[in-house]
């Protein structure tokens, strides 16, 4: 089903939400027959209940949602979101009271997305009752994130082997031709000879070649640089992960999601900036052609990275892709990633965790992600710990033993590799919803990019 607001229609059902509070109020107003039904549902104006109520025919005529308490409300991400699988198909207006204290938008987006459902391999849809775009919400631009949340889903939600490095790369061309921008591509043994060398060393034992993705759009305004880390499937290479840790890894690509979806939203928007989006997309496989703990990479920037685990791979591709994008210094560039797990130990799945040196970069991130319900966290580019990454024989260690700070070293690995551009932010981030909630399929999620984008405008002065 389009993410997208239902057109008002005359047999579009009034919708009004109601905290526990506002129940008894509204049963005393309501006509005696509307109040018996509600009373009989036992409606509560908890979060998720939801009732139609019939008229004379019997035909639903209005309903009611809950809202819950301001106290159980901060725990839900979006309200309204989770009455509507209780909603029967159709379109629904909501009504005026109630709606103190609620942000309409972030809300109404949560609905669209209750749409959503990943349907590739088998028929499955989301939810369908349809909401017509509340007054005074700004519907295209919700209806651009739907959009974008629902290309991140999908791409994540693909499995490898219909989502492999040239998939990804498929799937970056036509976004590029739908809005007129560039896209170009190094594959393979190129790689090499175009001074890529740890893209081509993590991607090189896969049938599906590794390669670097470098899309260009706008001609005006300030220069931002997105990387996004395209690890299609990770085994963890030579030092192989056990199948429990295996399960996911088609998600390991959600860095490489999140950066095209944010690019379709910024280009959807038209902003007035010189995009550029970095993705290396490769495949971390197991075969004669495989990097080795032990290793010794020199990179792109000619930096050497010993290697101390072949499943730290992330990091790799991302510094050869991030001293490219540095090279031209562009006034802010970002980086996303399915990186460590130490990240997920820190923050757990919910929040996006970011790093940056920059404050009016971590400000601007940290104003927009409420209003876009798009939690992010900020973490440290710890210095002291530049030491943990330096293992002696080599610049650079990709994986420093210990067990401690992993998200920070990682952060603090790929610093090393961006010293031109002025605003660097890093997000180190899940890209998975472990088990469904209001907005949030079970599955591949977006997470930042909005946040991002709403940022934009006070980053790069727009």
Known sequence: MPLTFAVPSADALPLTVLSPS????????????????????????????????????GAPVAALAGIGSERHRDRTRFVLAACVSHLKSGTYVLQPEGLTGLDLQSEALGWLLTGYAYDRYKAQSGAKAQLVAPDGVDAALVERLAAAEGLTRDLINTPANDMGPSALETMA??????????????????????????????????????????????????????????????????????GGSMALMKK???????????????????????????????????????FRPGDILKSRKGLTVEINNTDAEGRLV???????GDEETPDAMISMATLTGAARVAVGPDLAPFFTDAEDVATALINAAPRMADPVWRMPFWSPYEQMIEPGIADLDNAPGGGQAG????????????????????????????????????????????????????????
């Open 173 to 242: 061309t036509d976004l590029a031709r739908t809005f007129g921008a560039t896209c170009d591509v190094t594959r393979g043994d190129a790689l090499l000879s175009a001074n890529f060398p740890m893209i081509h060393a993590v991607g090189r034992a896969a049938s599906d070649a590794p390669r670097l993705i470098d899309m260009r759009w706008g001609q005006h305004g300030p220069t931002l640089t997105l990387v996004g880390k395209g690890v299609c499937f990770d085994t963890g290479g030579l030092n192989l992960k056990p």
């Open 407 to 462: 998200a920070i070293t990682a952060a603090l690995f790929l610093r090393r590799f961006v010293t031109h551009a002025p605003r660097y932010a890093h997000f180190d981030i899940y890209g998975w919803q472990q088990r469904a909630a209001p907005g949030r399929s079970k599955g591949g999620l977006g997470q930042g990019a909005r946040a991002i984008f709403a940022a934009l405008p006070q980053v790069l002065g727009l």
């Open 252 to 290: 390991d690509m959600g860095g490489a999601a999140n950066v095209l979806g944010l690019a379709q939203m910024i280009m959807a928007a038209d902003l007035p900036v010189r995009l550029r989006v970095l993705i290396p997309a490769v495949e971390n496989s197991v075969a004669g052609a495989s």
């Open 22 to 57: 506002d129940v008894d109020t509204w049963l005393s107003q309501a006509s005696d027959a509307s109040a018996a039904w509600v009373r009989a549902t036992g409606f509560s104006g908890a979060i998720g209940e939801a009732v139609l109520i019939p008229g004379a025919s």
């Open 318 to 324: 991302l510094a050869d892709a991030l001293t490219l």
